[in-house]
């Protein structure tokens, strides 16, 4: 009965998935069609013409530096995960599991742990570890339940660490936009990642995935393996030998080691100088260690270049939807309409007239689910809701900390069955959304209640504290 019930939920998943890649448009015209919806809304409520083309124009360049920080977070993670002698360390992780089922497993929790360091690094990691346990001519292990549990770090719990970015955003005053710190002030990482609320929820989620992965993973004799997918080849290609003098420097350390140098005596300094937790919750120092690593790991800086190349793809719909959403904010905050008015008041009175502070924590994560399906923005829209959201959570003396974590755990729960950000997964894996997303429905399925449960009993646990202004 349960086998029969699991299959039932994986085929609807798979005709979900189907129907959302054949009518659904790419995520940026979900974000353009944001500012139109918002546009109106703020003349409709009063705004005038002038006033409304002057908050979207000053807010559409307002994130150009998290833009590009967000946008580094991705090439970073690749460039570490592809290096040579990381991806020998992967071939070495993929010795341990001695089943299918327990590789499933086995990737599921490594794709999860790498994902609170870098969720970028955690699904070219992830992905690159399921190639290495597909090559074992010894192990018979499902590719697409694999490749879903490589999925897992940005499905379930990569939004509560340190990649998350709303936790950075609101940790860092120089990224945020005026009209939000003036909402929210400071909320260093003590306050939002690092409470003890949220490594219990962190946990908890972490150990129900791979539950999960264990009762959904198929037998062996019914496993598809990477052959049958026509999956092969090392999905790391080799670096090509040198063609010509001139590229002697390329093919060279030299300049890497120099670099390298120069950066670590750098971040030696930052974490010598200030805590670690206030110096890794800066993310231009964060992106800083990940590409100083990355190039000393490359060795020769060809390889490192090629790794950048091959991960910049990966980064177009941050850098194109990201200045949609600076024009949404500040049509949000700088737009004020009948009686000076922002849609940033009017909204916060609306969720403070729907939620009270025992449910504040239930309302929001609903919400924020079910937006972040349509708006794949990977953290992005934090930008479009916390403005609203963040005067509620004040008004309603919600802990604001904990209204960034139900945001970041929420946020996370339609990842597990949109395709936008399984993409530089997939192309790693050399598979399609629909092949692995009926084994992520499943975890879906689960999470839902799970999260949205802990969310609420974990809010009643805290207090509210007064905004802190740098």
């Known amino acids: 009965m349960q086998t029969a019930k699991e299959g039932a939920l994986a085929r609807a998943a798979l005709r979900s998935s189907a129907w959302a890649e054949r009518w659904f448009p790419d995520a940026w015209v979900f974000a353009a069609l944001g500012v139109m919806v918002v546009a109106a809304a703020a003349l409709g409520f009063g705004a005038t013409p002038t006033v409304t083309v002057n908050a979207f124009g000053d807010g559409f360049w307002s994130l150009i530096p998290f833009t590009m920080q967000m946008a580094f977070v991705v090439i970073g993670g690749y460039v570490v995960a592809t290096a040579p002698v990381v991806a020998r360390f992967i071939d070495l992780l ?48 499902d ?19 340190l990649s998350s970015s709303a936790a950075q955003l609101q940790a860092n005053p120089k990224s945020m936009p005026p009209g939000l710190l003036n909402i929210t002030g400071v909320l260093p990482f003590s306050q939002t990642i690092f409470l003890w609320q949220s490594v219990v929820l962190t946990t908890v989620l972490i150990a129900v995935s791979l539950l999960i992965c264990w009762f959904t993973a198929p037998s062996d004799a019914s496993a598809r393996t990477a052959q049958d997918f026509g999956v092969t080849e090392s999905a790391t290609p080799p670096l090509p030998p040198r063609t010509r003098p001139g590229e002697w420097l390329e093919y060279s350390p030299l300049l890497s080691v120099l670099i390298g140098l120069l950066g670590l005596g750098w971040l030696g300094y930052e ?38 190349a091959r991960a910049v793809p990966s980064t177009a719909g941050v850098l194109i939807q990201f200045p949609l959403y600076g024009g949404i904010a500040a049509l949000l905050t700088h737009a004020p309409g009948f009686a ?51 005067q509620a959570a004040n008004d309603l003396h919600v ?30 894996l050399g598979l399609k959304a ?17 999260v949205l449960g802990l969310l609420w009993l974990l809010g009643l646990t805290l207090t509210y504290v007064p905004p802190v202004m740098p």
């Open 271 to 308: 974490f010598a100088t200030k805590p670690a937790v206030t110096a890794i919750a800066n993310l231009n120092t964060y992106n800083f260690l990940f590409l100083t690593v990355g190039l000393l790991l490359h060795w020769r800086p060809r390889s490192f270049l090629n790794a950048v």
């Open 434 to 450: 629909r092949d692995v997303v009926g084994f992520t429905f499943m975890q879906l399925v689960v999470h839902v209640p799970l």
């Open 399 to 428: 802990h604001l900390g904990w209204a960034v974590q139900v945001y970041n755990a929420a946020e996370a729960l339609p990842n597990l069955i949109n395709p936008f950000w399984m993409l530089p997964l997939l192309g790693v």
């Open 143 to 161: 590719y697409r339940a694999a490749g879903a549990a490589a999925y897992l770090g940005l499905g379930a719990v990569w939004a509560m660490g």
């Open 340 to 390: 000076d008015e922002t849609l940033a008041h009017r909204l916060s009175g609306l969720f403070v007239h729907i939620a009270s502070t025992d449910t504040f924590s239930l309302v929001m994560g609903i919400y924020s689910a079910v937006l972040g399906f349509f708006v794949p923005s990977g953290g992005g829209k934090w930008l479009v809701e916390a403005p609203y959201v963040m």
């Open 94 to 141: 993929a010795r341990v599991p001695r089943t299918g089922r327990g590789a499933i497993c086995y990737v599921g929790l490594i794709s999860m742990l790498a994902s609170l360091l870098s969720w970028g690094f955690s699904l070219v990691f992830g992905g690159l570890l399921v190639r290495s346990l597909a090559r074992r001519d010894d192990l018979r292990m």
